[in-house]
């Protein structure tokens, strides 16, 4: 079992910067792909972006690359979405994702952490 915890949300204006984390805790983070999804209100949760265990590959959705970036840093168990040039419609309750798959496309995970909320108002 892998417990994840979401933490950084917060309110901010259009334009500034949030970074989340993702904090894993229970078995191993070893060879876990991690994702992040987000869900804003009335909307079904989309994927935002995943890495790979080692870090080389990286996925984003189209509605953030360029701003978003994903990281992760094993020896914490952590993984970090850095959020730049923020819109008001990237906010959503943000979600962190483990799964012991390796395929960096699939949107299957095992694992869910509780969500954060980040609000970007105009």
């Known amino acids: 079992q892998v417990q994840l915890v979401e933490s950084g949300g917060g309110l901010v204006q259009a334009g500034a910067s949030l970074r989340l984390s993702c904090a894993a805790s229970?078995?191993?983070?070893?060879?876990?792909?991690m994702g992040w999804f987000r869900q804003a209100p009335g909307k079904e949760r989309e994927f935002v972006a995943a890495i790979t265990w080692s870090g080389g590959i990286t996925n984003y959705a189209d509605s953030v690359k360029g701003r978003f970036t994903i990281s992760r840093d094993n020896a914490r168990n952590t993984v970090y979405l850095q959020m730049n040039s923020l819109k008001p419609e990237d906010t959503a309750v943000y979600y962190c994702?483990?799964?012991?798959?390796?395929?960096?496309?699939?949107?299957?995970?095992?694992?869910w952490g509780q969500g954060t909320q980040v609000t970007v108002s105009s």
């Open positions: 229970g078995r191993t983070f070893s060879g876990y792909r």
């Open positions: 994702a483990a799964d012991p798959g390796t395929f960096i496309y699939s949107q299957d995970y095992n694992y």
